[in-house]
């Protein structure tokens, strides 16, 4: 099984941009679709944005037109542009593998984090 393995957090000031890398380790990302979640402190962990192994996309609300994801599969990587950023993106962001080429709502690998912090 392919371990996601994220990094690329820290901390931005407001309106700033990041971008989160989500590698495979143990095996190869492409056959599988690709998820980014958030969950900030005292909150549930939500999906932000996902892709597909055919690259459709898909994002929440909360980060349409701000967030972009992308994946490179020669490089084993998804990533996950951040733009426009603020105080309530605050939150520990992971990757996971789903079990399908799409993104169904089976997601057994995640990796273990990575802390985006949003403050002036």
């Known amino acids: 099984q392919v371990q996601p393995v994220e990094s690329g957090g820290g901390l931005v000031q407001p309106g700033g941009s990041l971008t989160l890398s989500c590698v495979g380790s143990?095996?190869?990302?492409?056959?599988?679709?690709i998820g980014w979640f958030r969950q900030a402190p005292g909150k549930e962990r939500d999906r932000i944005a996902c892709i597909t192994t055919d690259q459709r996309t898909y994002y929440d609300d909360s980060v349409k037109g701000r967030f972009t994801i992308s994946r490179d599969n020669s490089k084993n990587t998804v990533f996950l542009q951040m733009t426009s950023l603020k105080p309530g993106d605050t939150a520990q962001y992971f990757c996971?593998?789903?079990?399908?080429?799409?993104?169904?709502?089976?997601?057994?690998?995640w990796g273990r984090g990575t802390r985006v912090t949003v403050s002036s």
């Open positions: 143990g095996g190869a990302l492409e056959s599988y679709a």
């Open positions: 996971a593998t789903n079990r399908l080429y799409y993104c169904s709502a089976q997601w057994p690998s």
